[in-house]
């Protein structure tokens, strides 16, 4: 007998509005129907694949109350699976968590709808699973914060890090009873919304250096009585255990949310498991789907006599057609007068949308610092504080949020 499996994540429906444009007719951002489209593409696999079960791994909206007709988008799309009788686990992430962490607003109302074909995963349980080729086990660990599994007597006079120690150290204790409790002659899937450490991150990289986010390292999560883990959260599509042993997939956003996701393919995972062989066989893999173009122009103007043209003619060598667009140059002040914007403009017009940005570069901050010359050897933290130094002027506001963000960032490596 063979299962399959559809692994969906990081919806995000209703952003990356800014990146559209508002269609005359239904006042509605173009963005809604790139989104739509994408979601579309994954419920047509789910149903032309006939699957057993689709698990989608959290971050259905921006935020945990969206607007009336985007929750509809989603929930048109998503009662398509309720209509083939697929069963749907729908993960809590962290977006659609209200700010102070108590459950999951905007999506437990599929907990009431359609004949409970849905499963709304908001807390640390193993569910048990009938489907159509069989039983299955999923293990749900929606997004984690620190009201949920710690009390304030419990906090109180801790560090950040002290008390992110102690949420692991419980939820390492919960996660162990799961995999107890599991009946491993059944296929198990471990179903999360969450930072694993060793993740390449993409646009959600911001949330890992505030306070409101913290990682769980890979070992709690890679466990063998899982025949897959499949996560959400990070943006780009990656598995962070190469060997498959067992995989620890991010299934990534279905659609471009902005221009850090511009070079990265979309889509959504597929799993198959004949689970009667012993062991079980699981094989997966990454299903790209039609999303819309992402794409930067970038131009250094400063060494050209004709910075007009130079732009023009790098317009002219990109896929803008139906793209979302960003022309960014970089030029001197003095050369203003020979850029005629409008010309831009026409030519950006097959674009889907565009931004256009001039990049002003003063001729003094070519100079390289002395300091920094070849032959002397800094730390990449004492390169920063001198760069930062070094431009007071225009960083002071946010010099210290870069330092403290930066000795995060290195000291997790
Ligand atoms: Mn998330």
Redesign the pocket.
Known sequence: MQMKILHLS?IHMGSSFSHGKTDPATGRNSRLQDFTSALSGCIDAALEQKVDLVLFG??AFPDSTPPPYVQEAFANQFNRLAQGQIPTVLLI???DQHSHGQGGASLSIYRTLAGNSFIVGDKITTLKIETKSGPIQVTTLP?INRSGLLTRPETAGLSLYEVNQLILKKLQAILEQQIRSLDLEIPAILLA?AMVDRAVYGA?KF?AVSNRGFQIPLSFLARSEYDYVAL??VHTHQNLKPDNNPPVVYAGSIERVDFSEEGEEKGYVLIEIAQDSKPKQLKWSFNPLATRPFKTIKVNVTASPNPQAQIIKAIKSSQINEAVVRLIYDIYPEQYDLIDVKAFDELLKEAHSYSIKANPVNNKSHQRLPEMGVGSHLTPLDALKMYVESRQGELKDIAQDMLEAAETLMAQN
Request: glycine content about 24%.
């Open positions: 990081d959290g971050d992430g962290n977006h997004w919304h959600e949330l959400g959260h």
